[in-house]
């Protein structure tokens, strides 16, 4: 068996045309420009080089894109400031505030509980993610968001399937567990103190790897014809050379036994920010009283 390839960067692109096309008809039927706004503390080379594509992505698909770059020694009372401030204006419907915060006194969670739960486009605010939990309609985190998407490229439906998902952040584990139950899919939230991780993965018709160890997921771990979604992202520097780059997932092994696979880089990754343009159509919908948009 070769396992079917899902192939994040087509299914990314497409899903940004259509973001694009809802935001092309929300300016002409409502005049509403939705607007996205990130705020980067310090200067982390990853952060800096993911917040540039955030901007690209989301001025290609015709929205307000506003950046907030501060210095890494910024007072936590003049983050929060800015936090009200974007909070307050009408043109901005998404706000990221960029994580890992810098080391220091910074709080995350005092940051995140001050951005409005209306314009939480990352999703992480307790209300969201209270919401979440309950079944009822929230942002949800853009990762998750992509996962179950990608699933969906492959299976019509996820009711009744079996899941595991290996990772327990409240960034993808937690919340890729609560859509995943939304999508009646029976589901096993496992994490580094599971007992008989394997065994568990082998009865898994869905497998979700965040558990940020390269390649830990081996080929015997999982069921045959299974649907593997990778999210890990493991960087190795590499003499004279770019940096080899994997997942959590043994590809080429997995290859060899699942029924579809995401590649590392080409899978998850590329949806993350598709789906944070997509939070960010939905809250301006919302904010304007207007129906959700159909994506």
Not at 9 to 35: Q, S
Not at 84 to 94: E, I, Q, S, T, Y
Not at 212 to 223: L, P, Q
Request: net charge positive.
């Amino acid at each position: 068996m070769t396992a079917r390839v899902i192939d994040g960067k087509v299914i990314a692109t497409e899903l940004r045309d259509k973001i694009a096309a809802e935001v092309t008809r929300l300016k002409r039927d409502h005049n509403v420009t939705p607007g996205l706004a990130v705020v980067l503390v310090g200067n982390d080379p990853a952060s800096e080089s993911y917040v540039r594509s955030k901007h690209r992505q989301s001025v290609a698909a015709g929205m307000n894109s506003f950046e907030h770059k501060l210095p890494a020694d910024v007072t936590e009372k003049e983050l929060l400031a800015l936090v009200a401030k974007l909070n307050a204006d009408p043109a901005v419907h998404g706000i990221l505030v960029q994580l890992p915060l810098p080391k220091g006194p910074l709080s995350a969670e005092r940051v995140i509980v001050a951005i409005d739960p209306a314009k939480d486009v990352d999703g992480l605010h307790p209300i969201n993610a209270g919401r979440l939990a309950s079944g009822f309609a929230a942002l949800a985190p853009a990762t998750p968001v992509g996962c179950i998407i990608l699933s969906k490229t492959v299976h019509t439906s996820l009711e009744g399937m079996n899941a595991i998902v290996m990772g327990r952040s409240n960034l993808v584990g937690r919340p890729l567990l609560q859509l995943l139950v939304n999508e009646n899919a029976t589901v096993t939230l496992a994490h580094s103190r599971t007992r008989d991780l394997a065994k568990l993965c082998r009865q898994a018709d869905l497998v979700y790897a965040a558990v940020g160890r390269a390649e830990m997921v081996k080929g015997d771990w999982i069921k045959p014809g299974a649907t593997v979604i990778d999210i890990g992202f493991n960087r190795f520097p590499v003499p004279n050379g770019k940096d080899r780059i994997v997942g959590d997932v043994a590809y080429g092994e997995a290859l060899e036994v699942a029924g579809a696979v995401t590649p590392v880089p080409g899978g998850v990754g590329l949806m993350t920010v598709a789906c944070l343009l997509l939070n960010t159509l939905r809250a301006a919908c919302a904010i304007h009283g207007l129906p959700a948009p159909k994506i």
